[in-house]
């Protein structure tokens, strides 16, 4: 049984910023959950008995490298993908680099880093749930 196809999934996610104040976004591979090819902001599938928070934090050190600290909930995002047959219920978070650089660690799953101002952010590029996190980040934080 698969989370997202066989029963609605829990996925997680963060908007991390470095101390430049620029956001981390991730190319989605080929072998990602879903659309592939899409920006987003990084984060994973909860695993049983893990809270929100440490799976955030257990998904960018494994794919990424990096510890971050998590510092408040963003976003709730009703994930439906018809044309993937696809359920995910995707908690997001604004978070911030602690340490490393982020590299790829799963090349099947990423195929590209880069961070940005968010105001450089191309919002036709990035996943379903990225860009609900992006309109309430901007929402939330219009002068930022």
Same mark, same amino acid.
């Given at each position: 049984m698969k989370p997202g196809r066989d029963f609605i999934g829990v996925g997680v996610g963060a908007?991390?910023?470095?101390? #430049?104040?620029?956001? =981390?976004?991730?190319?989605?591979?080929?072998?990602?959950? %879903? @659309?592939?090819?899409? /920006?987003?902001? !990084?984060g994973g599938t909860v695993e049983f008995g893990e809270s929100?928070?440490?799976?955030?934090?257990?998904?960018f050190q494994e794919e990424l490298?990096?510890?971050? #600290?998590?510092?408040? =909930?963003?976003?709730?995002?009703?994930?439906?993908?018809? %044309? @993937?047959?696809?359920? /995910?219920?995707? !908690?997001?978070?604004i978070a911030r680099l602690l340490e490393g650089t982020p590299e790829i660690k799963e090349a099947e799953k990423c195929t590209g880093i880069k961070?940005?101002?968010?105001?450089?952010?191309?919002q036709e590029e990035l996943s379903i749930s990225s860009r609900s996190n992006y309109e309430k980040y901007i929402a939330k934080y219009p002068n930022r």
């Open positions: 908007m991390v910023f470095n101390a #430049e104040g620029k956001v =981390l976004l991730t190319q989605r591979g080929p072998k990602s959950n %879903n @659309e592939a090819g899409k /920006w987003d902001f !990084p929100l928070e440490e799976t955030v934090i257990r998904e490298g990096i510890l971050i #600290e998590v510092i408040e =909930l963003i976003d709730v995002v009703n994930h439906i993908l018809p %044309n @993937e047959q696809q359920h /995910w219920v995707s !908690p997001s978070y961070w940005l101002e968010v105001s450089e952010i191309n």
